[in-house]
């Protein structure tokens, strides 16, 4: 299991613990904090999140001048406040080794104080998820608590303006593997650990029209590991002129843009793995459930409503969304506009409605059935229109 933590939560634990490793103290305290979780159960990407650090005030640690750490239960107690009154998963507790740098582990007054105290917090919420995090320099070791065992995490993400990882088994990474020669001319951009990372991704890919169809190709030939495609949206012949890869007879047999992406992949022998989401429209939970199965998204949608829903689950789940926007505008059969967007969407940066993408007054109209919109906006309840001419620019990220 992972931990994912956004970067300004990750920015204040260092900062909580940065005395522990300041070069200035001949023998610098073990320092800590709280990390406090909720949880994305998805059976396909389990993972521990953190919706808040709680810092230590006076008083909330005893033995520090001792080459130890003790959290006091009045810090504890705290802590399981709020994981009571905020409906989340449970919490960890976080120390330093301040001797280590890049490799640290448990110590044995660990070994022998956690199970008691975890113990304890499993007699106060049975259901909680509880357990503790040693932190070197540069390195990390983390572990859960259940029947008086142990079970390691695997890796930290740290989600900001990049995508950051920390191995959680106590030792840095070791040198990321060569590249195979097919990408060789990616490496001068990416680097070898780049080329490595999107082999084990899965990426979300919602919408598979002009711009979707185009940045499934580009990942599928970048070394993706695996694609997720939503898209409910059968082909047609307005589709010719502006799809990668549809046929005619695609359009004639109204095949799935999803199903057609994924019989390109399967054919291009790159190694990408698949998966097409049933039914394919995020507007129905089921399948927006499967977006908390991705380590990233991208977003080639052209309403709002499907907006708003990639930009919680970006929040919520922390994973970073890309939402890619182009639009031609056109009247009387003259081009009026040709724009294109990239939103960055993620912990630390601007909504989509904070942007002003993204506006309540549209997702309203989207809400309503064909006949009502048609209703309300012709009885001027709404300024706003339906987009009736389809983007047909393409751009990329990489």
Same mark, same amino acid.
């Given at each position: ?73 009045? *810090? ?9 009154e ?12 301040p001797?280590a ?7 044995? *007054?660990d ?9 304890n ?30 079970? %390691?995490?695997?890796?930290? $993400?740290i989600?900001?303006?990049?995508l ?8 840095? %990474? ?6 195979s ?16 990372r ?22 599928m ?38 199903l ?11 190694g ?42 970006? %929040?919520?789940?922390? $994973? ?30 601007p909504?989509?409605?904070c ?13 309503y ?11 001027? %309840?709404s ?16």
């Amino acid at each position: 299991m992972n931990l994912r933590i956004a970067e300004l939560h990750w920015e204040i634990v260092r900062r909580l613990v940065s005395l522990s490793f300041s070069s200035a103290l001949k023998f610098p305290p073990e320092t800590g904090c709280i990390l406090l979780l909720s949880r994305n159960d998805h059976p396909q990407a389990q993972t521990l999140l953190v919706t808040d650090v709680l810092p230590p005030s006076d008083g909330d640690f005893t033995d520090q001048e001792t080459g130890a750490i003790t959290f006091t239960s009045r *810090y504890l107690r705290k802590a399981l406040i709020l994981v009571r009154e905020q409906g989340l998963a449970g919490f960890l507790t976080v120390h330093t080794h301040p001797g280590a740098d890049r490799q640290v582990g448990f110590s044995p *007054y660990d070994d022998r104080n956690d199970p008691s105290l975890m113990e304890n917090l499993h007699d106060l919420q049975p259901d909680g998820v509880f357990g503790s995090v040693v932190l070197g320099k540069d390195s990390a070791c983390a572990r859960l608590w259940s029947a008086d065992k142990p079970s %390691y995490l695997n890796e930290l $993400i740290i989600v900001g303006e990049q995508l950051k990882f920390m191995n959680l088994n106590g030792r840095a %990474y070791a040198v990321p593997p060569s590249a195979s020669d097919i990408f060789d001319r990616s490496l001068a951009l990416t680097g070898a650990g780049a080329l490595a990372r999107i082999s084990r991704a899965r990426i979300g890919i919602i919408g598979l029209s002009g711009t979707g169809m185009l940045m499934a190709e580009l990942l599928m030939r970048a070394g993706a590991g695996e694609l997720l495609l939503f898209e409910f949206d059968p082909a047609d012949r307005t589709n010719l002129g502006r799809v990668l890869h549809l046929r005619a007879s695609d359009a004639d047999s109204a095949t799935n843009k999803a199903l057609r992406m994924a019989q390109v992949i399967a054919e291009s022998g790159l190694g990408a793995k698949v998966t097409v989401v049933p039914g394919g429209d995020i507007r129905d939970p089921a399948v927006a459930a499967e977006l908390r199965s991705c380590d990233l998204l991208i977003g080639c949608v052209d309403r709002d409503w499907p907006r708003l829903i990639l930009s919680e689950v970006a %929040y919520q789940y922390l $994973i970073p969304l890309i939402d890619l926007g182009t639009e031609i505008g056109a009247a009387n059969g003259q081009l009026q506009s040709l724009d294109a967007r990239v939103s960055f969407v993620g912990p630390g940066r601007p909504c989509l409605f904070c942007s002003r993408v993204i506006k309540q007054e549209r997702i309203r109209l989207e809400g309503y059935a064909p006949e009502e919109q048609d209703r309300v906006l012709a009885m001027g %309840y709404s300024k706003d229109i339906r987009l009736k001419t389809p983007a047909v620019m393409v751009i990329s990220v990489f």
